[in-house]
């Protein structure tokens, strides 16, 4: 059974630029949460996904958007990249039933931006 | 608003001993508590969690945590401290919506 799986596993962008990163959820959740984890802090959350909309969103400017597909997978963009976005991105995957449920987190994909 | 604090960045024992990392929380509800553990290069991995059922918590690789209402704390312990221990730990609790909001984490040092 595949744990949360994320792509690319770095990345690197220049300022301006965009940048899209992807994550598969653990078999059997529906539920996909992107958060943001500067070096030396703890992950920030970006937004959540939930049949294919975005149910609740962090304090993260209009420049990073999301999409969930139906097989649960989702994606992250972010555009016109600054220095500032240089980060680990790590997608949690869980089930949304009402209930606080435990998030699985991938591996990350770690963005650098010169 | 849901948050944690988490009382030293860095944190160094001798292998063998006890490792207690720390962690305060702010809650308006009854608060679920997680503490996650991250080694160099890789995701978080969920150590335990607290979910207002047993006040003490056992989780993988030893670790244990307790949940003090009065203290609003839940604080990592391990009674023997490994090389293998050695990582960032993070605590987490969930804000009023399904979402995670992370202390800065702590990180450990396991001297021979």
């Known amino acids: 059974d595949a744990g949360v799986t994320q792509s690319p596993t770095h990345l690197i962008k220049t300022r301006g630029q965009q940048v899209t990163l992807r994550c598969s959820p653990k078999?059997?959740?529906?539920?996909v949460s992107w958060y943001q984890q500067a070096l030396g802090q703890g992950p920030q959350f970006i937004f959540q996904?939930?049949?294919?909309?975005?149910?609740q969103r962090g304090n993260f400017p209009d420049r990073f958007s999301g999409h969930q597909f139906p097989n649960y997978s989702s994606e992250l963009n972010v555009n016109a990249l600054l220095l500032g976005d240089s980060a680990l991105y790590l997608c949690?995957?869980?089930?949304?039933?009402?209930?606080?449920?435990?998030?699985?987190f991938g591996a990350g994909t770690r963005l650098s931006v010169l | 608003a849901q948050s944690v604090t988490q009382l030293g960045s860095h944190v160094s024992v001798s292998e063998g001993a006890l490792v207690l990392l720390r962690c305060n929380y702010s809650?308006?509800?009854?608060?679920?508590l997680f503490w996650y553990v991250q080694y160099p290069n890789q995701g978080l991995q969920l150590l335990l969690k607290?979910?207002?059922?047993?006040?003490l918590v056992k989780g993988i690789n030893g670790f244990e945590a307790e949940f003090k209402k009065s203290e609003t704390s839940f604080h990592l312990t391990k009674p023997s401290a490994h090389m293998s221990d050695a990582a960032e730990y993070f605590c987490?609790?969930?804000?009023?919506?399904?979402?995670?909001?992370f202390g800065t984490g702590t990180l450990l040092a396991v001297q021979p």
């Open positions: 996904y939930y049949e294919e909309e975005e149910r």
């Open positions: 987490a609790v969930f804000g009023a919506t399904n979402k995670l909001i």
């Open positions: 607290y979910t207002s059922a047993a006040t």
């Open positions: 078999s059997g959740h529906d539920t």
């Open positions: 809650s308006s509800v009854p608060p679920y």
């Open positions: 949690a995957s869980s089930h949304f039933s009402g209930v606080k449920n435990i998030q699985y």
